[in-house]
């Protein structure tokens, strides 16, 4: 007979953002469940900004003023998702995405309606809501009439905490269970029905080496997050902790396991396998340690299906300040690259692509003076250090653009004949060659003119941040993750990025958070609805 360590009807792998709302969204059904989670909790959710993409009308849109409906909502969104969900799905995104946010105040989830006056790539203290994606950048506003979606949890500095935090502290309240410093392994399965999982857990071990393997996950997570090296030698730490105290357990799920481990960006030689041609090395890996594909390999080990593997989002934000939208972004061919109000995912997905992942942004006198006014107003610390760095290290000047584009080694004709068209449209009232909107251009004429180098590097001080979008395919209506064959695992789910989700073609601020909650709040109630099934 088989035997457990222990039990629950509901088993989620990863406790981070998907797998709160998962657990949540069991518990709420009925069912008990225990989360289980490698480090602490939290998972990139925690690190993460706390931006929510939401609207169709959220409570929040309205007191803020701002009038917004489902299929506004959705007209935008079908240009940035594409096909990697069906319209069904992605219009029941935005249909529900008024009550996901009520779902998440209820929880406890803090928001504020204070529009940010300003496009940026995250807003200061003062706002809470704002323009998070490509809403009002050229071609989007010809599909949809632009409307802030960008729902801020309410909290100093990056506020993921305020999302995460009041979620946990609601499902601690509702029962729901969670064992930390617990690693899966191998999911159970029986007659072709996953039953459970096999883990390595140090729950049992001594106090104090329970205490210090959480001091090190505080400091793999974060500062380690920015310093790859130093996580590195964390995570040595933390294995052989694992290694030394770490007890093998099997835990049976009675109705159901999902998996909301999260993507795979920390796991470089994975990385490499699905997306050998993508610059990966140089940018920072945006996540925890346990980003690590783990979950998604679990599920492929029992015949589970993968799709986008090979899509990764990789951000460059030119502002604050946010007059340099106004600027021209290059490549080393002198080539005018992107409508650069598009949000930093866009920038960073054709700088990826651009020769030698290189890439400038040209200003004038004019357009400098008026960026480096704005940017104490406009900006948070690290946003601030980051355009510092921009302004005093990665940038060449020239009294004319034949004089910059030589001292920068950009192809000289070319980057004078991108500059005149540009100019050129401005002034005889054409629409830009790369679409900007008009209330956004600036005439780039007054020297000294300035380049600023946003290429494809890994920098301490002027990161790229990276993260993975594919995973597990799953069933659209329940989360339940479907094989090669296109049928599903019984007993086996998946939401967050260990899934395909809305946000795995075309990343904005919010999408992942957002859909996070949408996926995992699917799984958590179908797997106690199909178990009862069954």
């Excluded at 069912?31 to 959710?45: F, I, K, M, P, S």
């Excluded at 529009?115 to 009002?136: A, H």
């Excluded at 509702?174 to 729950?203: N, S, Y």
């Excluded at 355009?387 to 990665?394: F, K, P, Q």
Aim: include cysteine; proline fraction near 4%; charge should be neutral.
């Amino acid at each position: 007979m088989r035997t457990w360590d222990s039990s629950a009807d509901v088993v989620v792998v990863g406790y981070g953002g998907a797998g709160v709302a998962a657990a949540l969204a069991a518990r709420e059904s009925g069912a008990e469940v225990l989360a289980l989670d490698r480090y602490l909790g939290g998972g990139a959710t925690a690190l993460s900004g706390g931006i929510v993409y939401a609207g169709g009308g959220t409570w929040v849109q309205r007191a803020a003023g701002v009038d917004d409906d489902v299929e506004n909502m959705l007209s935008y969104l079908r240009a940035e998702v594409g096909d990697t969900v069906s319209e069904r799905t992605l219009r029941k995104f935005c249909e529900e995405s008024p009550a996901l946010i009520d779902w998440l105040t209820g929880h406890g989830v803090p928001f504020e309606a204070s529009l940010c006056p300003f496009k940026t790539s995250y807003p200061t203290d003062d706002y809470y809501l704002y323009y998070s994606g490509s809403e009002n950048s050229g071609g989007f506003r010809d599909l949809a009439t632009p409307r802030q979606r960008g729902h801020r949890a309410h909290g100093r500095g990056v506020s993921g905490k305020k999302l995460f935090g009041p979620l946990a502290d609601s499902a601690a309240k509702h029962g729901v269970q969670v064992r930390t410093g617990t690693r899966a392994t191998r999911l159970v399965v029986e007659d072709g029905r996953v039953v459970g999982i096999e883990a390595t857990t140090i729950a049992g071990a001594p106090a104090a080496v329970r205490r210090r393997f959480a001091a090190l996950a505080k400091i793999s997570a974060k500062p380690g997050v920015y310093h790859q090296g130093l996580r590195q030698a964390v995570q040595a730490l933390l294995a052989r902790i694992e290694r030394r105290h770490g007890v093998p357990v099997r835990i049976e799920a009675r109705k159901g396991v999902i998996l909301t481990t999260g993507g795979f960006i920390a796991n470089g030689e994975m990385v490499a396998r699905y997306a050998p041609d993508y610059p990966w090395a140089q940018g920072l890996p945006l996540g925890t340690a346990g980003d690590d594909g783990s979950g998604i390999t679990m599920a492929q080990a029992e015949g589970a299906a993968t799709d986008r593997m090979d899509v990764l989002s990789t951000w460059r934000f030119i502002a604050p300040p946010s007059a340099f939208f106004g600027s021209i972004a290059v490549d080393a061919n002198g080539q005018r690259m992107i409508d650069e109000s598009r949000y930093g995912a866009a920038l960073g997905a054709a700088i990826a692509t651009s020769p030698g992942n290189k890439a400038w942004l040209l200003t004038d006198d004019r357009l400098l003076t008026e960026a480096r006014r704005q940017l104490g107003e406009q900006s948070v610390w690290f946003q601030r250090m980051q355009a510092e760095r921009l302004l005093r290290v990665g940038s060449v000047t020239g009294r004319t653009v034949e004089q910059v584009a030589t001292r920068a080694g950009i192809e000289l004709a070319a980057l004078r004949k991108t500059v005149d068209d540009h100019n050129r449209a401005i002034e005889q009232q054409l629409p830009d060659p790369m679409g900007k909107p008009d209330d956004i251009r600036r005439p780039l004429q007054t020297g000294p003119f300035t380049l600023l180098d946003i290429s494809f590097k890994a920098r301490l001080t002027y990161p790229m941040p990276m993260l993975t979008l594919g995973g597990l395919v799953v069933d659209e209506e329940t989360g339940a993750v479907r094989t090669e064959s296109g049928s599903t695992i019984p007993g086996l789910f998946a939401a967050g990025r260990a899934a395909v989700g809305v946000c795995s073609n075309s990343y904005v601020s919010g999408l992942s958070l957002a859909d996070c909650v949408f996926s995992g709040r699917r799984a958590g109630t179908y797997s106690v609805e199909l178990a009862a099934t069954h």
